[in-house]
């Protein structure tokens, strides 16, 4: 197949793009979420009814700069987890006091403890999508195959395999490059993706096979 100037300029943006993705990964690796990645966290239970916005103020004046992840623990309302890089002793103490000043709770630097939580592997976040992905694109192949057993079904799986692996291939260059963190809701928007290239592309070559038909 021919390519016009547009095209070859399209798919040398493209290659351009995937390329410089493939370099920032090299140099920096991927970035994860926070709690995807090595972190201390602590639970703060606070015995009656918080705002998430207002622990999320106090970990804003406490920690400074740093990244963290609050999130409540419990159905009333009335605990939080509390996700960052690191806590010093000075952060933890002044945790503990603006907390208890805040909410008139009775904690101290010995009955909070920091709990330290492993980095986790980029595949390991993978892992769980890989069957089910594995199984769904058995059966789109076997009803490509039966479905349009008329037209050139090789081509036509080659061409859909290139289409779906550049277009990922492109958004994947796109998050690394501006690091954004890798979590399974980007993952799954990128799988979305995929999935809606797919039945966009199945669906106009539906309207190609009935035109063969008849």
Known sequence: MKLNGTKKILLL??????????VVVALKGFNVSLLYEQHA???????????????????EEV????????????????AVNINV?????????NLVEIVNEKYQTEFTTETINIQTNANIR?????????????????????YIVIRFRKMKVVNLLGKI??????????????????????TPTLINV??????????LYIDCKEKEYKEIKQ
């Open 190 to 199: 990128m799988i979305a993706v995929a999935v809606f290239e797919l039945v």
């Open 63 to 78: 920690f400074k700069e740093k990244q963290v992840i609050v999130k409540k623990v419990e159905l009333f309302n009335d």
């Open 13 to 22: 943006g493209l290659a351009l793009i995937i390329i410089a993705g493939i």
């Open 161 to 182: 395999a290139v289409i779906v692996l550049l277009t990922e291939a492109f958004l994947t260059s796109c998050v690394l490059i501006t690091r954004i963190p890798l």
């Open 122 to 142: 980029i595949r390991d976040i993978v892992r769980p999508y890989c069957t089910p992905l594995l199984i769904s694109g058995v059966l789109i192949v076997v």
């Open 41 to 59: 966290s602590i639970n703060l239970i606070i015995g009656k009814e918080i705002n998430i916005n207002e622990i999320k103020g106090i970990c």
């Open 85 to 93: 890089e690191s806590i010093t002793d000075e952060e933890k103490q």
